[in-house]
């Protein structure tokens, strides 16, 4: 049954956000402690950590190489060394409050609270190549599955998978717990950061 939890793991951070699947190993951005942490996803034990470069990080994704990290005091997207934390380059935001990146293999993804919109955007230079509408009233996490957008929302508590193209809902199911934040697919399943119960979920779809 889509939704139902696989297993879960107590979060590094005390409000854990983004996240990534680097196709192996989980990574998890925490906005009050400002570490990304790189976590082995069988038991969620900190492989290694380094500091968020501003002040309020929230989304995560990871391009098969770098990891991306946007920040909603600074306003701006980071790409990342995983290694060393260090930053490549970085760009502004599309709005005013941003959350959940994703990766779709070309192009980036990214959902904003202020605007309550999904942005696609240029990977190189941070330019809107398309918006819509979330399906929700607070959007939060992000992921991709190679085909479809999963979305989560703390108004609705429930996660969506959304047509890239429109933005048009094509399921949703319940989150695991109150307060759903990150998302990552890691091929097969989802992960979904929790800021509530302070744990990381893994869900069947």
């Known amino acids: 049954m889509a939704g139902t939890v696989i297993r879960s793991f107590a979060a590094p951070g005390t409000l854990p956000m983004g996240l990534a699947w680097d196709g192996r190993t989980l990574w998890n951005v925490d906005y009050n ?3 990304i942490y790189q976590l082995d ?14 002040n309020y990080p ?15 005091d600074s306003l701006k997207i980071y790409q990342l060394d995983p290694a060393t934390g260090k930053v490549i380059r970085s760009f502004a935001s ?26 696609q955007l240029d ?6 190549i398309r918006s819509f509408a979330s399906p929700s009233t607070v959007p939060m996490g992000l992921a991709w599955d190679r085909r479809t957008l999963w979305h989560s929302d703390l108004a609705s508590l429930k996660i969506y998978q959304l047509d890239p193209a429109t933005g048009t809902v094509i399921r949703s199911f319940a989150s695991p717990a109150a307060s759903p ?16 119960s302070r744990k990381i979920y893994q869900l069947s779809v």
């Open 94 to 119: 599309p709005a005013g409050w941003p959350q959940g990146l994703a990766w779709d293999d070309r192009t980036l993804w990214n959902v904003d609270l202020a605007s309550l919109k999904i942005y």
């Open 123 to 128: 990977p190189a230079t941070g330019k809107v």
């Open 41 to 54: 996803p069988a038991t969620g034990t900190v492989i290694r950590s380094f500091a968020s470069p501003s």
């Open 181 to 196: 934040r990150g998302l990552a697919w890691d091929g097969r399943t989802l992960w979904n950061s929790e800021s509530a």
């Open 58 to 72: 929230t989304g995560l994704a990871w391009d098969g190489r770098t990891l991306w990290n946007v920040d909603s």
């Open 33 to 35: 402690t400002r570490l």
